[in-house]
């Protein structure tokens, strides 16, 4: 089977020209990323939005290559991992990651192989803001990734990141002073470092930043890896 037929084979009881115009359709829809890799982690299906979003490439095709030749050893590991427990149990999952500074969420779902075929997992990825993303899905295991890739945000300090983080959850300096149990001076002077670092003074736009990238607290002490974007 195809890699084109599996994924039709994703579209439910539709079948014929309308499962091929239904698949059509939905690869192309903006801003949503879809993939079919195997369980030993080969792309094997890719659409532009999937490549912009996590391979800063939306020409060129990285089908026939394997995650861990592509992205940071530890988080190439983790997808591995997680590709694995979708083959193994069945079972569909959501993670919820930051790539390249933004928030995304993607969801994983094994596709039923045939004839003793490798299984095949279809991803399926959005960017989204805010930092309850999560209440938005139903049915799956929510995982939370180990990783970061903060994009332009890495400039900043663990303190900084979550400094952004709240601003981006709508609190005022004195607001996060009282939450960090610091003074206003030195939560104002976290403020103006984070503005010089990312080249915006203006805290509305920072705020947009943090949302954008759907910072939580937590983020800032998980570990950082650097997305270098690979060769076609």
Same mark, same amino acid.
């Given at each position: 089977m195809t890699a084109d037929d599996r994924l039709l084979s994703a579209t439910g009881p539709f079948e014929g020209s309308a499962a091929a115009a239904l698949c059509e359709a939905f690869v192309k829809v903006p801003g949503v990323g879809i993939a079919l890799v195997s369980g030993k982690g080969e792309i094997l299906y890719e659409n532009e939005e999937i490549r912009k979003m996590y391979l800063d490439a939306p020409q060129g095709g990285f089908v026939g290559r394997r995650i861990p030749e592509l992205f940071p050893p530890d988080w190439a590991q983790e997808r591995l991992r997680l590709l694995q427990r979708v083959v193994s149990t069945g079972q569909g999952l959501a993670l919820r990651e930051v790539w390249r500074g933004r928030q995304i969420l993607a969801t994983m779902r094994p596709i039923p192989s045939e004839g003793g075929e490798d299984p095949v997992v279809l991803i399926i990825s959005r960017p989204t803001e805010g930092s309850d993303p999560l209440s938005t899905l139903d049915g799956f295991e929510v995982v939370e990734s180990a990783f970061v890739e903060l994009?332009? !945000?890495?400039?900043?300090?663990?303190?900084? !990141?979550?400094?952004?983080?709240?601003? %981006? =959850?709508?609190?005022?300096? *004195?607001?996060? +002073?009282?939450?960090?149990?610091?003074?206003?001076?030195? @939560?104002?002077?976290?403020?103006? +470092?984070?503005?010089? *670092?990312?080249? =915006?003074?203006?805290?509305?736009?920072? +705020?947009? !930043?943090? +949302? =954008?990238? %759907?910072?939580? @607290?937590?983020?800032?002490?998980?570990?950082? @890896? *650097?997305?270098?974007?690979?060769?076609?």
């Open positions: 994009g332009d !945000l890495s400039a900043l300090t663990p303190r900084e !990141l979550v400094v952004l983080s709240l601003l %981006g =959850q709508g609190l005022t300096l *004195k607001e996060i +002073a009282a939450t960090l149990h610091r003074s206003f001076k030195t @939560v104002d002077n976290h403020r103006s +470092a984070i503005g010089r *670092k990312l080249n =915006q003074t203006d805290r509305l736009m920072l +705020a947009r !930043l943090a +949302a =954008q990238a %759907g910072l939580r @607290v937590d983020d800032a002490h998980l570990e950082r @890896v *650097k997305f270098k974007p690979p060769s076609t």
